[in-house]
């Protein structure tokens, strides 16, 4: 947690950061967490490197080093290598800085860590960068970019999108440049990140100054200026005055250059930023040259070459230093292992102390539980005896109660031998009467049985009628059909036309109570057997079948079935119900050529759910309760048998469903229910 708030903490307030950091290594050293105590010195030594102070800066790192060492945290290690190698390139020694990075891309790529991998290669783009060799850069950033895309890390992308731009605008592909330039800014804009967003804004005045493009240069680098000091990045701010300086220098405003150049080195100097200091001294004795000024161009240039002649020096010393850290780090082990014997001791005199203590606690507790048990034992006896004597005046009661009682039940048992004899001759009252109804029983089950027999009889004829009439009137119905098709084509008379058309229109209604009547009788004697069926076809099927009967289409139609599936079910019933609402949809529309039908069917749960809907002349409130009666007619416009709503409840049933009407203020609406199980 300490560690964490550290983190935090850096790039806001670094005092915090570093008090957080520091804590955390005490923490971790009294509880022996090593790994815990070598990220608090890793963290402790990016705060002393954000403030200028390399040297310490290096120290620290060191000793993490070793703690991780001693932890086998090689991911630890890794990391503290990349910030040993930043700090290198803060101080111009590029190739310590590549040595340092190609060592924790090594340790990386052996433990698998995706991301930390992904900011090595950034960091040795960097580095190769400002080696001049801008192609094996591009390699690195690319490598980068690919893995933070694989991790989807917008920020990672960012910084790589950044640095591609930057390599791209040295090249003179500024175009190019630009184009990353904006998918860095797009990630960084998402992300609300101020310093991003001001370094991607240098970025870009760098290469509008390459450009030529001087004014929208200048605006980008104070747009960078402003959100680098409203986040406190020295750097940043260092780098947004050298480029407000080169805008300058370039347009030949040599006093503005010279200020924003004098303000930048400050601010790199105030954390040692070497490349940024020689950059500003290198432009400073150009603007000095360009004024005549001879005397301190000569001064800034001397300082440029004793700064470069400090860096390329530093690389032998650079070795030295680590060789004299490595021997300080073993010192400050060997210390650190005698001050934790130390604290062991301590710890163990602490610990039996302790224990002393806790033994006498624990006595005096014992000796007051003992104290209290013997106290309740002797409440508990004083109880005991209380209740045994209450238990004996009750005991003697209980007694003259139960003397009482066993008079009363002699008495009892007198009345109830009285009562027993009467109970005798009662029951012998209805065996006799018990004889009597076993007789009307078997008499009146006879009859019964003799009356379904009949009953079934005569279903039996019904049915055998209703077939055979429905078939024999339908062959007459066919010829008189024909005869009338015939009149309605060899007649010349009009009103003859019209009679032959009204007999067409009663024979086509006949056939249709005939055709009703046989599929109720077909319904209600059918046993389900289910097929596997198409919802979708066997409703258009059906839509279909219905327009063809009857000679007439719907004006508009639209199914909507959100089954894809094939469903298990007995075709011949579903096609009962659904034939029959859509039958009622088309001749109830409110005109002819005009009618709507809707089909929705969808599952909830187990359950399929088909809905009907039409815009015909719908149901009045009067007559909703009784549509699904056998012949009832809910409009006088109605021509039918008054069947069709009842064959299709029937069939609902059948399939273990329900069929319902549905109040609604723009349709007449069926809901079809049926179980999937």
Not at 185 to 193: E, V
Not at 562 to 586: G, T
Request: hydrophobic share 40%; charged share 25%; aromatic share 10%.
């Amino acid at each position: 947690m300490l560690n964490a708030l550290s983190l935090a903490f850096r790039n806001v307030n670094p005092d915090s950061a570093m008090y957080y950091a520091t804590e955390a290594f005490e923490l971790a050293g009294v509880l022996g967490q090593l790994s815990e105590k070598g990220t608090a010195l890793h963290y402790m030594g990016v705060v002393s490197r954000m403030k200028g102070d390399y040297a310490k800066s290096n120290v620290y790192f060191s000793e993490a080093i070793g703690s991780f060492d001693q932890a086998n945290d090689e991911k630890g290690r890794s990391d503290v290598l990349n910030s040993i190698a930043v700090t290198y390139y803060y101080l111009g020694a590029y190739d310590a800085s590549v040595d340092y990075a190609l060592q924790a891309l090594n340790i990386k790529e052996e433990i698998g860590d995706k991301k930390g991998m992904a900011n090595t290669f950034n960091n040795l783009g960097v580095l190769f960068d400002m080696q001049g060799k801008p192609q094996e850069a591009l390699k690195y950033h690319y490598e980068s970019l690919f893995i933070e895309k694989a991790l989807n890390n917008e920020a990672g992308m960012a910084s790589s999108y950044n640095n591609i731009g930057l390599i791209h605008t040295k090249l003179g592909h500024y175009n190019r440049a630009l184009s990353y330039f904006d998918s860095s800014m797009y990630i960084r804009n998402g992300q609300d990140d101020a310093k991003g967003i001001a370094n991607t804004l240098v970025s870009i005045g760098e290469v509008y100054i390459k450009m030529g493009l001087f004014d929208k240069a200048r605006s980008h680098y104070k747009r960078a200026l402003g959100l680098h000091e409203q986040v406190f990045n020295t750097e940043g701010i260092a780098n947004s005055f050298y480029g407000l300086g080169l805008v300058a220098y370039h347009e030949q405003d040599f006093s503005t250059a010279l200020g924003y150049f004098f303000r930048s080195m400050e601010a790199a100097r105030s954390i040692s930023m070497k490349r940024i200091i020689a950059d500003n001294l290198m432009y400073i004795t150009l603007v000095y040259e360009a004024l005549h000024d001879y005397e301190n161009a000569f001064v800034y240039q001397k300082q440029y070459y004793q700064l470069n002649d400090t860096v390329f020096t530093e690389d032998a010393e650079q070795r030295m230093s680590e060789m004299q850290l490595q021997y300080e780090m073993k010192k400050m082990e060997r210390e650190l292992e005698l001050k934790d014997k130390e604290i062991e001791i301590r710890d163990l005199q602490i610990f039996q102390g302790q224990l002393w203590t806790y033994s006498l606690v624990i006595w005096l507790i014992l000796l007051s539980l003992l104290g209290l048990m013997m106290y309740l034992r002797s409440r508990f006896e004083r109880r005991v005896q209380r209740m045994l004597k209450e238990q004996n005046t009750k005991i003697l009661n209980q007694k003259e109660e139960i003397a009482k009682q066993r008079d009363e039940i002699k008495q009892s048992n007198h009345r109830l031998e009285e009562a027993q004899d009467v109970i005798f001759m009662q029951n012998e009252r209805l065996k006799s009467v018990n004889a009597d109804l076993e007789m009307m029983v078997r008499k009146r089950t006879n009859e019964l049985e003799e009356s379904y027999k009949e009953l079934l009889e005569v279903n039996a004829e019904l049915d055998t009628f209703l077939y055979k009439a429905s078939h024999d009137i339908k062959g007459p119905l066919l010829r008189m059909k024909g005869l009338a098709d015939l009149g309605k084509i060899e007649s010349t008379d009009p009103k003859e036309r019209v009679y032959f058309q009204k007999m067409d229109e009663v024979i086509h209604q006949m056939d249709g109570i005939l055709s009703r009547l046989l599929s109720f009788n077909k319904v209600k004697h059918r046993i389900p057997e289910e097929e596997q069926i198409d919802l979708e076809a066997f409703i258009q099927k059906t839509i279909h079948e219905v327009e063809l009967r009857e000679q007439e289409s719907f004006a508009h139609k639209q199914v909507e079935v959100k089954v894809k599936e094939p469903i298990q079910i007995d075709a011949f019933l579903l096609r009962e119900i659904l034939y029959n609402l859509f039958d009622n949809a088309l001749q109830f529309a409110k005109e002819r050529n005009t009618a709507v039908l809707v089909v929705e069917a969808f599952r909830q749960d187990n359950l399929l759910i088909l809905l009907v809907k039409d815009k015909g002349l719908g149901v009045a409130e009067s007559v909703q309760d009784r549509i699904f009666e056998i012949f009832f007619r809910g409009t006088q416009r109605s021509q039918g048998s008054g069947l069709g709503l009842y064959i299709a409840k029937v069939a609902a049933t059948k399939l273990h469903g329900a069929l319902k009407y549905q109040r609604h203020p723009e349709y007449t609406v069926f809901q079809l229910v049926l179980s999937m199980e």
